[in-house]
């Protein structure tokens, strides 16, 4: 539906902003962000936003303009998600605690008020603020900061309070993740718990929500498979595991858009790990460049440049360092495109290229 409107939103945000209407303004801006960041249009995206911040924040304290208070808050959520894909960590966390403040500030009556009295403007300032707690937790989980596990649970509760059961299991889905994957606080078992809940809190109309849980519970099958190889288990269960993984990843791929860029290219990255594993490269090169064409298709040169490094990492295994190497300096190219915050990929990218060059001379 937002593809067939494209024109009209563009069209309805230019004379909303004309006649300053900037509830109007947001409306649009709210649909062209969803398809432009679901198909992919990155770039796009980021342009829009910077042509329409000057009207939303004063300059001079980064705050709202007077009378544009609202709106502001959503500008900023903008910029920081374009600050967090830009792996620009320190701009991305002060934005998002000045909104965090302003969020609380501005939803201070509404917490203290009992759940059964609260007015509908109410539950949605508690929503926001659950929000921005949420959007807070990611950026700090993206640094594998455990500092993010009280924002979620805060978060969390207040989804629980006001009964937003979709936030809740998309929030579920996070703490799964964040479980899985931080090392200060990695516990499966709880990962595992919390994906599930995020599954059982899902209508089955959800289908994005579901395959990326059934994302996350693939990644976890994987790990296991890796903490099970490394205590020594018998081949049987390794095999289970991986069948697990593989299992819950296709389930993931079969419910995602053609068009769903984001998600597809990490999937596809995650089954060409699991090929790997096992030494099927045709397999695994065939998805890890499905994932990269998709995230080159969003603009996403990161997460181009850690597929390129996971091929040439196959390559090197399979005794084919010449093609190793390729891949391996087109990986260090991309990590020197996205700057600071690719540095350790960089720096890992350099040692295996060192190592290919030995390997090949």
């Known amino acids: ?117 609260l007015t509908p403007l109410q539950r949605n300032q508690i929503r926001t603020l659950a929000i921005t707690l949420d959007q807070l937790a990611d950026i700090l989980s993206f640094q594998d900061d455990p500092g993010c596990l009280p924002f979620y649970e805060e978060a969390l509760s207040l989804y629980q309070r006001i009964s937003a059961r979709t936030d809740e299991a998309g929030l579920a889905l996070t703490l799964g993740n964040a479980y899985l994957t931080i090392p200060g606080v990695r516990d499966l078992d709880r990962a595992e718990h919390w994906y599930q809940h995020s599954l059982t809190h899902r209508d089955d109309r959800h289908t994005l929500g579901r395959a990326k849980t059934l994302w996350g519970l693939g990644t976890l099958a994987y790990v296991r498979f890796g903490e099970a190889r490394d205590a020594g288990e018998p081949q049987p269960v390794l095999l289970a595991h991986l069948n697990t993984a593989l299992d819950r990843l296709q389930q993931a791929l079969a419910l995602l858009p053609a068009d769903d860029a984001e998600d597809l290219a990490g999937v596809h990255n995650q089954l060409g790990v699991i090929y790997s594993e096992v030494g099927d490269t045709r397999q695994a090169l065939r998805h890890y460049q499905q994932s990269i064409a998709h995230e080159e298709a969003r603009g996403n040169t990161y997460g181009a440049g850690q597929t390129r490094h996971n091929i040439a990492i196959l390559l090197k295994e399979a005794g084919r360092s010449g093609d190793a190497l390729l891949y391996a300096r087109a990986a260090l190219h991309d990590y020197e495109q996205v700057g600071p915050g690719a540095a350790q990929d960089a720096t890992d990218a350099r040692d295996l290229i060192t190592r290919l060059e030995h390997d090949s001379a």
């Open 1 to 117: 539906m937002l593809r067939a409107e494209e024109a009209n939103l563009l069209h309805a945000l230019a004379l909303a902003r004309a006649a300053q209407h900037w509830d109007d303004a947001i409306g649009c801006l709210q649909g062209l962000r969803a398809l432009y960041q679901r198909t992919g249009r990155d770039g796009e995206w980021a342009r829009l936003v910077e042509q329409v911040t000057p009207e939303f924040i004063d300059p001079a304290t980064g705050g709202p303009l007077p009378g544009r208070e609202d709106q502001w808050s959503i500008i900023t959520q903008y910029r920081v998600q374009l600050a967090t894909d830009a792996r620009d960590w320190p701009a991305a966390t002060r934005l998002q605690h000045t909104r965090l403040t302003w969020n609380r500030n501005q939803a201070a009556t509404a917490l203290a008020t009992p759940g059964d009295q």
